[in-house]
């Protein structure tokens, strides 16, 4: 299979532009939080919802605030301690800007909205 030389030099710069525009837009699903250390340990993976706010819960580890709370694999968390979470920067502010040990989740689970009691000092 012959590949021309304008192709081969084409095709890194598309994928660089994409990873780096990935990586700084409000609907990134997975970015770098430049306050991981200001904020509480949740002891879950989550990820943008990109057709809609929330960010979705993909894995809560065990033993966790969140596996205490019982937030669970497929919960989208709309709210913390009454602020909207649209994408992963508000989740971010959320909760590197609140320093109570206890907040409230707001979730949809199966398309019902529940909220969820998370303790902080359960590390």
Known sequence: MHHSTSARRLLPTLF???IAHADTSDKAPFAEDPNAEQRPYLGCSLRSMLDKAGMMVLLVNTESPAWHAGLKVGD????IDGVKINNIKDYYVAM????KQTRI????RSGDERAYE?????K
Do not use: G, Y
């Open 16 to 18: 660089s532009s994409q």
């Open 118 to 122: 998370v303790n902080f000092s359960n």
């Open 105 to 108: 989740f707001k979730v949809i």
């Open 76 to 79: 989208i968390i709309i709210e």
């Open 96 to 99: 590197a800007s609140n320093k």
